[in-house]
C-alpha cells in the first residue's frame, strides 16, 4: 500500500529565507506526483504537478523536484514571504486513479 | 473560468441526521473526485466518477454514505445517518479525465461538517 510522508510536519522561517519541503513514498510505480497549497479554512490549490517522466517543473518562485526511484520529491521556495504561510500537501498519482495524500508541511514564514 | 463549486461550506447537525453535500465540478470535467480530510491529515478518496459511472467507491461506507453524479456533471454525497466520527471536511475535486486519470485535480473550497 502506498504511503506518503512529509518531513518536517511544520516549519518556522523569516521572511527572505529559502526553504525546503520533502517528501518520500514508498512505491516508485507513479503517474505523477502533485504538491498542493491549503489555506487554513479553504480547499487545495494546485502549484506544480510532475509527470514519472520528468525530473522537476518551475513555476515562480517554487521549483519541484522529483527522483522517482528513491521515492522522493522537494519543493523549493525561493525569497519566502508572509504570502507563502499555508499547509503544503504532497500527493502521488498510483495507477491514474485517486491522489494519495500525505499529511503536509505547515510553514509559517514571519516578517 | 469558474472553479469547482461546493455547497454548502459550513454545516452543523446533531448525530443520526441526515446530511447532504453539493458539487458543481469545471466545465468540461468528467472525472469528479469526493475526498474526506480530518484535522491534520492528508485528504482520502471516498469515491471517483468518470462520468456518471461510479469507478472506484472502495472507501465509501456503504452503509450510511451514498453517492450519485446524474447526467455526468453535478455531485451529491450524502450522509444518513451521520456520526460523530463523520465530522471531517468534505472535498470535491474534478479532472478532464481524458489521460487516465494524469493530469491535474482541481478542487472546491470544501463542506466542513461538525456532527454534535
Known amino acids: 500500500k502506498q504511503e506518503v510522508t512529509q518531513i518536517p510536519a511544520a516549519l518556522s522561517v523569516p521572511e527572505g529565507e529559502n526553504l525546503v519541503l520533502n517528501c518520500s513514498f514508498t512505491d516508485s510505480a507513479i503517474y505523477n506526483l502533485q504538491w498542493f497549497r491549503q489555506d487554513p479554512g479553504k480547499g487545495l490549490t494546485s502549484l506544480l504537478l510532475i509527470q514519472s517522466s520528468q525530473r522537476e517543473q518551475t513555476s515562480g518562485r517554487l521549483n519541484a523536484s522529483l527522483d522517482k526511484s528513491s521515492g522522493r520529491s522537494t519543493l523549493y521556495i525561493a525569497a519566502s514571504q508572509p504570502g507563502d504561510s499555508a499547509t503544503y500537501l504532497c500527493?502521488?498519482?498510483?495507477?491514474?486513479?485517486?491522489?494519495?495524500f500525505g499529511k503536509g508541511t505547515t510553514l509559517s514564514v514571519s516578517s | 473560468e469558474a472553479g469547482v463549486v461546493q455547497s454548502p461550506r459550513y454545516k452543523i447537525i446533531e448525530k443520526k441526521q441526515p446530511v447532504a453535500f453539493w458539487c458543481n465540478p469545471i466545465s468540461g470535467h468528467n472525472t469528479l473526485y469526493w475526498y474526506r480530510q480530518n484535522l491534520g491529515q492528508g485528504p482520502e478518496l471516498l469515491i471517483r466518477?468518470?462520468?456518471?459511472?461510479?469507478?472506484?467507491d472502495s472507501q465509501l461506507p456503504k452503509d450510511r454514505f451514498s453517492a450519485e453524479r446524474l447526467k455526468g456533471v453535478d455531485s451529491t454525497l450524502k450522509i444518513q445517518p451521520a456520526e460523530l466520527g463523520d465530522s471531517a471536511v468534505y472535498l470535491c475535486a474534478s479532472s478532464l479525465g481524458r489521460t487516465g486519470g494524469q493530469e491535474t485535480q482541481y478542487f472546491g473550497p470544501g463542506t466542513r461538517l461538525l456532527v454534535l
Open positions: 466518477y468518470e462520468n456518471e459511472e461510479a469507478v472506484d
Open positions: 500527493a502521488v498519482n498510483q495507477a491514474g486513479t485517486a491522489l494519495i
